[in-house]
C-alpha cells in the first residue's frame, strides 16, 4: 500500500493506529522472527542433536515472550508519539529476536556447552538442561549489560571507530548469517534457490511482483509447497521430513533456574557482552533513523525497552535476545503505523506458548527460510562498508577474519566431522610449539570481541592515531592474557594462564608479548614526523 493510499485512509483528528499497511509489515517482522526461531532450533536440534522438547518447550515460550513484551512497550509507545504530536502517521519501532546473536549464541554457546556436558558424562536431557540454565544466565547477564550500556551507549559509539562495531557485526554477517545459511540452500538447491531467487528480487533488487503481492511471504509459500510435493518423491535434494504435527505447549513462567547456570555462563561473557553491546549502539542507530524518517522516539526509551525485554525473555526461559529492528522508515515506506508491531508481537508471544510457532517452525523447511538471513546477512555487510568512512574499508575487512577462525573451530570440534581423539591430538601436535589448530581455536574464541578491538585498531591506525591504536593493542594484550580473547581452551574458557598445560600454555604469553611488542612498536613510530602528516586519500578511496 502507498503512502497516499494510506493518507486517504485517514480522518482530520482522528487516530488510526491500525490500517491496511500493517498487514505487510507483520508478514515481514512475523518472518523475520519465525526465521531466526527456525536456525535456533535448527542448528540445536540437527546440528547439536539436542531434545527438541526442550527447545520447543523450554527455550521457546520465554525467548517468544521477549518479543511480545517488547512489541506491546513500542505499539504503546507509537501511540503516545502519534498523540503527542498530533501526527496519525507514526510507524511503531520494529522490534523481534536479534539474528546475529542468537546464531551466534547457539553456534558458540548453547552448542559447545551441551557437547562439553555430555563428554563429562551427562545424559542428553540433563545436558540440555543445564544448557538451558545457561543459556538463560547469559540472557540475564545481557540484559545486565544492556540496561547499562542505554545510558552510556553513545559514548560507546562516539569511541570506538565504526569500523570495530559495525566491522564486528559484518563478519557475522558473512560467515554466520550468509555461509551457513548457503549451505542450507544448497542442501535442498531446488526448493531452496527457488525461495532465494524470489527473496533477491523483491528485497535486494526491489522489483515488485504482480498485484504487489509480498515478496517474503510469496517466497517462503513457493518454498515450502514445492517441498511438500516433491520431498516425497525424493527430488528435494536432501532429507524429506513430514512434520509432527504436534503442539508443544509450555508457559513462560518466570523463574531461578538460570542462577543454576550462572557459573558456567561467566566463560562465555566474551561472548556475550559483545552481542549486547551491539544492539545497544544498534538501538540508537536505527532510533536516529526513525528521527529522520519523521519519528522523534526517544533513544534511552527505546533502548530500556529492548533490554528489559531481553532480560525477562531471560528469566522466563528465552535464550535469545530482542532487538529493534533496522528498517523502520521501509516499514513507514510500507504504510505501516502501530498495528504491525501489535499483531506480531500477539503471534509471536502467543505462539511460543501454544506451540504453534515451533510446529510452523517444523513445516518450513530451513532450505525455505534461509534466503531471509542471506539478505539480512548481504544488508549488514554493505551497511558495515557504506557506513564507515572508504578509508577504514581495510578495518572492516580485517574484523571479518576473527568470525571465519570461529567458523573453522565450530566445524572441527563436531564429533559429527571430526572425532573429539583426533580433534583433541590436533591441538597439541608433536614437535609443533603452537599446533595450527590451536592457534585456529585461539583465534576464535571471543571472536567478537577480537572482531571489534582488531577494527577499531585498524580504523585508528589508518587516521595516523598511533597512540590510540596502541591503547586498542594493550587491550587486546591484557584480554588475551587472561582468555578473555584468543583462549587456548576449546570451549573458551578465561583462565589464568599459569594454570594450562603445554602447549596450551604457550598461547597466552606469546599472544600477549606480540601485542606488547607491536604496541611499543607503534607508541614509538608516533613520534616521528612522518607517522603526524594527514593521510592524503585517492580518488575512490584508497591511499
Not at 20 to 35: C, E, K, V, Y
Not at 176 to 199: S, Y
Not at 358 to 386: K, N, S, T
Not at 487 to 505: R, V
Request: net charge positive; with cysteine; glycine share 10%.
Amino acid at each position: 500500500m502507498s503512502n497516499q493510499q494510506t493518507a486517504a485512509l485517514d480522518e482530520p483528528g482522528k487516530l488510526k493506529w491500525f490500517v491496511l499497511g500493517d498487514i505487510n509489515g507483520f508478514f515481514g517482522l512475523m518472518f523475520d522472527n519465525m526465521t531466526v526461531l527456525s536456525f535456533l532450533a535448527g542448528i540445536l536440534i540437527f546440528g547439536f542433536q539436542f531434545p527438541a522438547e526442550i527447545v520447543f518447550k523450554r527455550m521457546f515460550p520465554g525467548t517468544a515472550f521477549g518479543v511480545l513484551f517488547g512489541d506491546l512497550v513500542y505499539t504503546w509507545m507509537a501511540v503516545r508519539l502519534a498523540k503527542k504530536t498530533n501526527n496519525p502517521r507514526v510507524t511503531a519501532m520494529p522490534l523481534g529476536l536479534d539474528t546475529p546473536s542468537t546464531i551466534g549464541i547457539a553456534l558458540a554457546v548453547l552448542g559447545p556447552a551441551f557437547l562439553a556436558l555430555k563428554a563429562k558424562g551427562m545424559s542428553p536431557d540433563d545436558a540440555a538442561m543445564m544448557t538451558w540454565y545457561i543459556g538463560m544466565a547469559t540472557m540475564v547477564m545481557i540484559g545486565i549489560v544492556k540496561v547499562i550500556f542505554s545510558f552510556i551507549g553513545q559514548w560507546v559509539q562516539r569511541v570506538v571507530p565504526q569500523a570495530g562495531l559495525l566491522g564486528s557485526l559484518a563478519g557475522i554477517g558473512l560467515i554466520l548469517l550468509g555461509f551457513i545459511p548457503l549451505v542450507e540452500i544448497f542442501g535442498m538447491p531446488l526448493v531452496g534457490m527457488i525461495a532465494l531467487g524470489l527473496i533477491l528480487y523483491t528485497l535486494v533488487a526491489r522489483i515488485k511482483l504482480p498485484k504487489n503481492l509480498p515478496g517474503v511471504l510469496v517466497a517462503v509459500a513457493a518454498g515450502t509447497i514445492l517441498y511438500y510435493i516433491l520431498g516425497p518423491m525424493g527430488l528435494v535434494g536432501g532429507t524429506y521430513a513430514a512434520p509432527s504435527g504436534v503442539l508443544h505447549f509450555g508457559l513462560p513462567i518466570p523463574t531461578l533456574g538460570f542462577l543454576k547456570g550462572f557459573i558456567e555462563a561467566l566463560k562465555y561473557l566474551p561472548i556475550a557482552i559483545p552481542f549486547g553491546i551491539l544492539t545497544v549502539v544498534g538501538g540508537i542507530n536505527v532510533t536516529e533513523s526513525a528521527r529522520v524518517a519523521g519519528d522523534d522516539f526517544k533513544t534511552r526509551d527505546i533502548l530500556l525497552t529492548e533490554a528489559f525485554a531481553t532480560l525477562i525473555a531471560g528469566v522466563c526461559g528465552g535464550v535469545a535476545q530482542s532487538t529493534p529492528y533496522i528498517g523502520q522508515p521501509a516499514y513507514k515506506h510500507m504504510g505501516c503505523r502501530s498495528g504491525y508491531t501489535l499483531l506480531t508481537g500477539l503471534f509471536i508471544g502467543l505462539g511460543g506458548i501454544f506451540g504453534y510457532v515451533g510446529y510452523i517452525v517444523e513445516l518450513i523447511p530451513r532450505a525455505v527460510i534461509a534466503p531471509i538471513l542471506i539478505f539480512v546477512a548481504l544488508d549488514i555487510m554493505c551497511q558495515a562498508f557504506m557506513a564507515c568512512p572508504a578509508r577504514h574499508a581495510p578495518a572492516v575487512a580485517f574484523a571479518y577474519l576473527p568470525t571465519v577462525a570461529r567458523l573453522i573451530q565450530i566445524k572441527l570440534s563436531n564429533p559429527e566431522f571430526v572425532p573429539l581423539a583426533t580433534f583433541t591430538a590436533l591441538l597439541a601436535v608433536p614437535g609443533k610449539a603452537l599446533p595450527e589448530l590451536l592457534v585456529t581455536v585461539a583465534l576464535g574464541n571471543g571472536f567478537i570481541l577480537t572482531a571489534m578491538l582488531w577494527g577499531a585498531f585498524m580504523a585508528e591506525l589508518i587516521d595516523r592515531n598511533l597512540k590510540k591504536a596502541s591503547l586498542y593493542l594493550w587491550i587486546c594484550a591484557v584480554f588475551s592474557f587472561f582468555g578473555i580473547i584468543h583462549s587456548a581452551i576449546p570451549d573458551g574458557n578465561m583462565y589464568f594462564p599459569w594454570h594450562l598445560t603445554s602447549p596450551a600454555i604457550r598461547v597466552p604469553y606469546q599472544f600477549t608479548a606480540a601485542y606488547v611488542v607491536l604496541a611499543l612498536m607503534l607508541l614509538a613510530l608516533s613520534f616521528t614526523r612522518e607517522s603526524k602528516e594527514k593521510p592524503v586519500e585517492e580518488p575512490g578511496g584508497s591511499f
